[in-house]
């Protein structure tokens, strides 16, 4: 049975990638705070030793955007040099460690979808923090992936889907930024893709299955038109529609500047591994029915 060590206890994409690892039968440790914390990089080296994983996922972060223009150090602690860290441990054990990283290492400036090999150009401490993750896991191994993902959504933590639904049960309108667009990408569709590729790197030292891979869900929206489509697949499920009113985002001022275009093209990903995301669209249904359907919303916190 392949082991897997994920970083993260109770975040989206651990708790996806925990889900589907019991499913398939593969075991999964997760490590996490209290007992690790990435920011002690000291904390770490133990709990992988002790897990004897055969790949490792690196997926926690800090991914409080906002905050981490005011934690700068914090957040480069947690998103730089920790990853970096692990890869170090990766490649002392000889095994592959694969690496959640952002759509905000992009400035998003570009026309079109962000290719893999398009220059990296943050414009948020988080986005610095996340590419310098990147960067030191490079520099430590060859033996990696890394994977650039957005607008992560699923039953589980914090996301704009739960955000949206609790703001319904308070409100009848919401002002939601347009001028962004991205690809929302859900969390259990994600685990299914990162597990997959993860089995293939444990066992195939194909160098063309290593380096950087974009990890979206199919088809792009704007933040407005996603929120819709949460009231509207809401309602549909017997649930609170909600009038969306859509806004700029200098309408909207935040501490961290976003990108405007988040989109990334999956194709390197669908030639290189066989492997694609479902539409957005199709996910999101899968989400609500879970949160509305199965009455989730209240019991995830
Ligand atoms: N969410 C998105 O829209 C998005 C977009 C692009 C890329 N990503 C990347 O995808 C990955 C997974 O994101 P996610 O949405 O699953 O994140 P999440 O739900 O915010 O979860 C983050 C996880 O990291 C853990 N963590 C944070 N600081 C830690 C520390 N000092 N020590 C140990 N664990 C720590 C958290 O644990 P606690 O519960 O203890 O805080 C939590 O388990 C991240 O690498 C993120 O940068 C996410």
């Known amino acids: 049975m392949m082991r897997v060590l994920v970083t993260g ?9 925990q889900g589907l690892g019991d499913q398939l039968g593969l075991e999964i440790i997760r490590i996490g705070r209290p007992e690790v914390d990435l920011a002690q990089t000291d904390t770490m080296e ?3 030793r002790a897990a004897r994983p055969d790949v490792i996922i690196s997926s926690a972060a800090y991914t409080a955007v906002d905050k981490a223009e005011a934690e700068p150090e914090l957040a480069q602690a947690i998103n730089g040099e920790a990853p970096g860290e692990l890869a170090r441990l990766a490649k002392e054990l000889n095994i592959p460690i694969l690496h959640l990283s952002t759509d905000y290492v992009f400035a998003g400036d570009k026309d079109g979808a962000y ?4 220059l990296p150009a943050p414009v948020s401490v988080y986005g610095k923090t996340k590419l310098s993750g990147e960067e030191q896991i490079a520099a430590q191994t060859d033996n990696h992936v890394i994977l650039r993902t957005a607008w992560v959504f699923s039953p589980y933590g914090n996301n704009f889907v739960k955000t949206m639904l609790r703001l319904a049960e308070s409100r009848d ?3 939601v930024v347009a001028d962004q667009h991205g690809c929302p990408t859900y969390a259990p569709d994600m685990a299914r893709v990162i597990l997959a590729m993860a089995q293939q790197v444990a066992i195939d030292d194909d160098p063309t299955l290593r380096g950087i891979f ?4 199919q088809g792009e929206t704007t933040w407005a038109q996603f929120a819709e489509a949460i009231f509207e697949g809401s309602a549909n499920r017997g649930g609170k529609w909600v009038q969306v009113n859509p806004i700029a985002t200098t309408d909207y001022p935040t ?6 275009n988040s989109r990334l093209s999956g194709e390197k990903l669908d030639q290189t591994y066989g492997l694609v995301l479902d539409p957005w669209r199709i996910s999101l249904d899968s989400c609500l029915d879970r949160l509305i359907t199965q009455g989730n919303l209240v019991k995830d916190g």
């Open 9 to 17: 206890k109770h975040g989206q994409v651990d708790t996806a990638l």
């Open 46 to 48: 133990d709990a992988v």
């Open 115 to 118: 290719e893999e090999t398009d």
């Open 173 to 175: 309108e919401v002002n």
């Open 214 to 217: 974009h990890l979206t869900g």
């Open 255 to 260: 501490p961290a500047k976003r990108p405007a």
